[in-house]
T-cell receptor, first 113, second 118 residues
Framework: KNQVEQSPQSLIILEGKNCTLQ??????????LRWYKQDTGRGPVSLTI???SENTKSNGRYTATLDADTKQSSLHITASQLSDSASYIC????????????WGAGTKLIIKP | KAGVTQTPRYLIKTRGQQVTLSCSPI?????VSWYQQTPGQGLQFLFE???????NKGNFPGRFSGRQFSNSRSEMNVSTLELGDSALYLC?????????????????FGAGSRLTVL
């Protein structure tokens, strides 16, 4: 069964600190993996998208990694800011005829001053 | 370039009523998908439309339906509302699914329609 699991479920860190969010998936065949940021009450916004051949991609202070062998991805946030408080969602696209997207439940990140 | 527009943003209904939500995609985007998000839950896929045809459908009862018009605008309808239908309903648009390998098929979401069923 295609699944995406994220950890931790929630995380609280102090402003300025770094953090890493995890995503494990069992999606086959794999097409690509995306990370989205969702502010409370808003729609998700794309941060990165990685295909099978890419193992790291950065977007400002956000760096995503992908290990296709172990089927794991991480999202590293550097020098956190209050505006980073949001839910971060990992989404994996299956390379099937419907390009099915399998959504993780997200990690809720809270940045405290 | 205008983003994805969803209307209404907020609405309150009572059990048994029906509701229609609207989504206008980004100009040039022909694929529209709908998601339900309840508190503490991940996004649950409802359905996806491309060129006025439903391509994919999630595991929701038949009370949930949708359609897409020739201008790519989409509507979803929920009939016989239940308390559990209270949620944020999100619409996302993208380029045609066939371009997924180029990485171009990134979903752009609207701000959502928050439905409260009393």
């Amino acid at each position: 069964k295609n699944q995406v699991e994220q950890s931790p479920q929630s995380l609280i860190i102090l402003e300025g600190k770094n953090c890493t969010l995890q995503c494990n998936y069992t999606v086959s065949p794999f097409s690509n993996l995306r990370w989205y940021k969702q502010d409370t009450g808003r729609g998700p916004v794309s941060l990165t998208i990685m295909t099978f051949s890419e193992n790291t991609k950065s977007n400002g202070r956000y760096t995503a990694t992908l290990d296709a062998d172990t089927k794991q991805s991480s999202l590293h946030i550097t020098a956190s800011q209050l505006s980073d408080s949001a839910s971060y969602i990992c989404v994996v696209s299956a390379m099937d005829s419907n390009y099915q997207l399998i959504w993780g439940a997200g990690t809720k990140l809270i940045i405290k001053p | 370039k205008a983003g994805v527009t969803q209307t209404p943003r907020y609405l309150i209904k009572t059990r048994g009523q029906q509701v229609t939500l609207s989504c206008s995609p980004i100009s040039g985007h022909r694929s529209v998908s709908w998601y339900q998000q309840t508190p503490g839950q991940g996004l649950q896929f409802l359905f996806e439309y491309f060129s006025e045809t439903q391509r994919n459908k999630g595991n929701f009862p038949g009370r949930f339906s949708g359609r897409q018009f020739s201008n790519s605008r989409s509507e979803m309808n929920v009939s016989t509302l239940e308390l559990g239908d209270s949620a944020l309903y999100l619409c996302a648009s993208s380029l045609p699914p066939g371009q997924v390998y180029s990485g171009a098929n990134v979903l752009t979401f609207g701000a959502g329609s928050r439905l409260t069923v009393l």
